[in-house]
């Protein structure tokens, strides 16, 4: 039987669509920029969609990343770029993931990801 790290990287492999963000920080600006789409590939690999305000901010067409998980984590790395996170996954379903996370100056970001 594999373990609930191993089910749960091949759960989130595939497309997700941000559905809802939620932002509590003492300063907006202080926030991550929401990623609207991204896609988690296989073995760890994974692309950041174009045309959402982090890439638009960059001026690029988008980036590639790495994530790895655990039973109840997901860290995401870019390649090149600022982007890094560590996410504790607070709801786990096939088509519904939530996520939060900290974003360095005492806020919190919840996301609600789709497929």
Do not use: H
Request: glycine fraction near 6%.
């Amino acid at each position: 039987m594999p373990s609930a790290s191993k089910q749960f990287s091949r759960r989130l492999e595939g497309n997700w669509k941000l559905y809802n963000t939620k932002r509590k920080s003492s300063s907006p600006a202080d926030c991550f920029p929401a990623l609207p789409e991204y896609y988690l590939l296989k073995r760890g690999r994974g692309r950041v969609s174009a045309n959402n305000e982090y890439t638009e901010e960059k001026g690029s067409q988008g980036f590639d990343f790495e994530w790895t998980c655990t039973d109840n984590t997901v860290t995401m790395r870019g390649f090149d770029t600022d982007f890094a996170r560590s996410w504790i996954v607070v709801e786990n379903k096939k088509t519904r993931q939530v996520w939060k996370s900290t974003d360095g100056a005492n806020g919190v970001q919840t996301l609600e990801l789709k497929r």
